[in-house]
Each structure stands twice: as C-alpha cells, then as structure tokens.
C-alpha cells in the first residue's frame, strides 16, 4: 500500500517565497544597471503579472469571481499595496544599499502585518509569534547597526513606508485567500494594476534593453514576482497573515547572506548577532507560532487555486 505523500505545510511555501523575494535587492545591486529605481519596479510587477495571467488563462476558473462584491475591494487594496510597496523599497534600495533597505521594509512588516490582521481580519497571533516577531525584529535592528553612521534618512522612511505597504498586501492577499477566488488570477489582476499605476516612471524612464538589464528584468519579473508571489499566497492558505509577515523576515535574512557573500560586505558581531536571532525567531515562529480567528473561518481553497489545465 503506497503512503500518501505528506502536503507542505504553510510555512514552507511562505519561506521559499521570501528566498525568492531576498535576491532582489542583491540582484539590483549586483547588476548595477542604473536604472530609475521606480520604473525597475513597474517593470518587475508587470512582467510578473503577465507571466502569471498566462497561468491564469490555462485553468478553468474565470475572472467572473474576481469582480464579486466581496473580493474586489480586497484585490483594490491589495493592488494599491503592490504599487506602494514597489516604488518605496526600489527607491529605498538605490539610496541604502540592498540589506539595509531589506531589513528595515521587512522588519517593519511583521509589525504592520500583525495590526492591520488584528484591524481588517480578527486575528490573534498566539504567544509563540510575538516571542519569535521580537526576536526576529530584534536580529532585523542589530543588522542595521553597522551602517548607522551613514543612514540616509528618506531611504529608512521609504524603506518603512513599504514594509507597512507589505503587511497591507499580506492580509489583503489572505482575505482572498478565503473567498474561493483563482489566485493566479487574482495575483495577476493585482500586479498588474500596481504596475499600471507607478508606469508613467517605466515610460520616462525605460529600463536599459542591455544583456545585464534584461537578464535582471527576466530574474526579478518571473523568479522573483511570478513564482514567488504564487508560493507566497499558497502559504497564506495554511497560516496566519501575521505568522506570513514574520516569516517573510527571510528575505532580509537570504539579502545579508547574499551581501556578504558575493556583493562582498563585512561581517561584523552586530551582524551576525542579527543573523542568530532572524533565524532563531524564524524557527520559533514556524514550528509553534500558530495563532487562532475571531468568528469563523471561510473554508481555504488548495494549493493547486482550486485551477486545473485545460485539455
């Protein structure tokens, strides 16, 4: 008799979407094309948002449940969110360097992600996510430590704006998550209509057609947006949108290691501090940061979106 094969759980999805999403920055960085960072970001979403339109119109399921009173003022919310972000931690990027924009967006997102789920959505993270959120945070603040000296002020807001920008995104994702909907269609819609709105940058400002720029656009559009936002909101089936903020505390954790091993940064004991607490805090919220729903729960679609080929 053959053994079911067990299904990943949550965190794992959530996980392998921020290593995706960590490669960002580095990539950015280590690519140094010199593009206009806001139109770097208008063309990641959009390419994302057409590759996964292209999964979308292989399945079954139509856009008809996108425009259902219930859904769309969360896919409005959740696109308005897409664009924000973008445009905040791409400029965020070019004016702090790659870790330090990462660490200060995502340590701001655990944060915002658990107030507007307790806000929009009635979640209440149990005690093993705050011990793991601080502790994580607290390794995200100690990787800040070594470039204190030269802190440019308008990148940690940015950079902060877009980590609240992201917590939105979060919990907009994981109500839809909750309403039967085609995510890849409804990743897609939201992608596509953040990049819209920040495309008038993409217009003045087109990104080189060079090889350095297009394999960059290739990597950040289908690796780092398509692939990961569709393992992303597979997570956000199984957990909670706060234990998904603190989980995505990994992106900042793959941006140092990607940092100091091939973009060439220092390791410093503050550093490496930061990095014993992010990945202590990771496991604590993994294995035992579950929390629970006020009032019921709407049934969660799986991991396949409920979509199968055509034939």
Known sequence: MRRPVPRPNGAAFVLAAAVLWGTVGPAQVWADTGDDPVALGAARILIGGLVLAVVAARSRAGLRPLARRDVWPWLLLAALATAAYQAGFMFSVSRTGAALATAVALGMAPVATGAFARLLGGDRPGPGWTAGTLGAVAGCALLLAPGAGRVDTAGIVLGIVSGACYGLYTVAAKRLTERRVPMSAAVSATLLAGGLAISPALVRRPPAPDGPGLALLAWLGVAATAAAYLLFVAGLERV??????????????????????????????????????????????????????????????DVSFDERPRT
């Open 240 to 301: 909670l949108a706060s234990t998904a903020g603190t989980l995505s505390l990994a992106e900042p954790l793959v941006a140092a290691v990607l940092g100091l091993a091939v973009l060439g940064e220092r390791v410093t004991a503050a550093s490496g501090a930061g990095l014993a607490l992010l990945v202590g805090g990771l496991a604590v919220v993994s294995t035992g940061g579950k929390g629970r729903r006020d009032g019921p729960v709407r049934s969660r679609v």
